[in-house]
């Protein structure tokens, strides 16, 4: 199966708030990213996290990590629509690839905003 | 700074074709890679360096080569296009402890 695992997609109302949701299975993992990706446009870091950390905060952007049950999750305060994208989540594993950490990758997630 | 920047933007190969896509950094990142992604998917490794000289396999190497002669540059090389290589393939660059940043991808199509 997928080391990395997210929902498919994800509707919210334009000013809710959008929880995106990741479960990961390699304990070995040391970052883990939340990237965007915009129709026809690359990938935008948003924000990561290292794994002793629970919590990071950036400004809309609210970053959860539960080690234990190694699952991430995203939480976008006030959604809008140029929120719209697909959002995919990351692992970097430490010692994959020789150290070089290249990223696994979930399929993403489509978040759709509603008006 | 430009950041990391792919040439060319879109490619259409007949089977059996080769090319070469660039990949050039601004940023004296040491680690460089290269993805693919196909649709409805996430991204896949390719290749990675670590260092001007120095290359590896990632997930997905089969049909492809990449060298990385300087520090800037890592191109990555078809040499058979086949129609599994349709995909958008994404370059990447981090330096130590940093996150990667992506270029825009290169949009390959094999007909």
């Known amino acids: 199966g997928e080391d990395v695992e997210q929902s498919l997609f994800l509707s919210v109302r334009e000013g809710d708030s959008s929880v995106i949701n990741c479960t990961y299975t390699d304990s070995s993992s040391t970052y883990l990213y939340w990237y965007k990706q915009e129709p026809g446009a690359g990938l935008q870091l948003l924000t990561y996290?290292?794994?002793?950390?629970d919590m990071k905060q950036d400004q809309r952007l609210t970053v959860l990590l539960n080690k234990k049950d190694k699952h991430l999750s995203l939480r976008i305060a006030d959604t809008q629509t140029g929120d719209s994208a697909i959002y995919f989540c990351a692992e970097a594993r430490f010692g994959s690839g020789g150290g070089a950490d290249g990223l696994t990758f979930g399929k993403g997630t489509h978040l759709i905003i509603q008006p | 700074n430009a950041g990391v920047t792919q040439t060319p933007k879109f490619r259409i190969l007949k089977i059996g074709q080769s090319m070469t896509l660039q990949c050039t950094q601004d940023m004296n990142h040491n680690y460089m890679y290269w993805y693919r992604q196909d649709p409805g998917m996430g991204l896949k490794l390719i290749y990675y360096s670590v260092g001007a000289g120095i290359t590896d396999k990632g997930e997905v190497p089969n049909g492809y080569n990449v060298s990385r002669s300087t520090t800037e540059d890592f191109p990555l090389r078809l040499e058979l296009a086949a129609p599994s290589q349709t995909s958008v393939y994404f370059c990447a660059s981090r330096d130590s402890n940093q996150p990667q940043h992506f270029g825009d991808g290169t949009r390959l199509s094999i007909l």
């Open positions: 996290i290292f794994s002793n950390m």
